[in-house]
T-cell receptor, first 111, second 114 residues
């Protein structure tokens, strides 16, 4: 079955640096991959969707890449700010055409 | 974030209680979802409703009973729960109910079963 792997360890970076989060999947390449942000005690919020024929997608300071050969998506936040501190979830379509979520990686940006 | 609302935000119940979680979406979507989120685990899809019809039950124990009276409202009825059912229960909605949809989540109900 399809599995998603995100680094369970928190990523700590200094304000102004670029944060890079990794999402690896184990089986077939999905047609779409989504990234969500989740703050403590809140529901996830959609950030970006990238299609398999798109190598890169950008939205303001966010950039997502999708490498179907490596079965990996990278999520970048440039010029990171303390307000970017949150858990970031990767999600892709599973075998029943429903989203499967990763456990998420917690990002902490220090001033 | 006000597109999907959930009540109550926090709930503490005993194993013999019966309670219900409520979700309402104001986005005009056709699909609604219940997820369970436990610490250190990914979101677990529980139920999916599309146009008020249940299209997925992800092997959820019968002590969880969903109800979808219309496309805007979704309930999760709880009875004789176990302590391991303590978690954050998230409701979400999307336009069509397939995996390509963006999902819009509510703030969740933090459930504690004593």
């Amino acid at each position: 079955s399809q599995k998603i792997e995100q680094n369970s360890e928190a990523l700590n970076i200094q304000e102004g640096k670029t944060a890079t989060l990794t999402c690896n999947y184990t089986n077939y390449s999905p047609a779409y991959l989504q990234w969500y942000r989740q703050d403590p005690g809140r529901g996830p919020v959609f950030l970006l969707l990238i299609r398999e024929n798109e190598k890169e997608k950008r939205k303001e300071r966010l950039k997502v890449t999708f490498d179907t050969t490596l079965k990996q998506s990278l999520f970048h936040i440039t010029a990171s700010q303390p307000a970017d501190s949150a858990t970031y979830l990767c999600a892709l379509v599973g075998p029943t055409d429903k989203l499967i979520f990763g456990t998420g990686t917690r990002l902490q940006v220090f001033p | 974030e006000t597109g999907v609302t959930q009540t109550p935000r926090h709930l503490v119940m005993g194993m013999t209680n019966k309670k219900s979680l409520k979700c309402e979406q104001h986005l005009g979507h056709n699909a609604m979802y219940w997820y369970k989120q436990s610490a250190k685990k990914p979101l677990e899809l529980m139920f999916v409703y599309n146009f008020k019809e249940q299209t997925e039950n992800n092997s959820v124990p019968s002590r969880f009973s969903p109800e979808c009276p219309n496309s805007s409202h979704l309930f999760l009825h709880l009875h004789t729960l176990q302590p391991e059912d303590s978690a954050l229960y998230l409701c979400a909605s999307s336009q069509e109910g397939d995996g390509t949809d963006t999902q819009y989540f509510g703030p969740g109900t933090r459930l504690t079963v004593l």
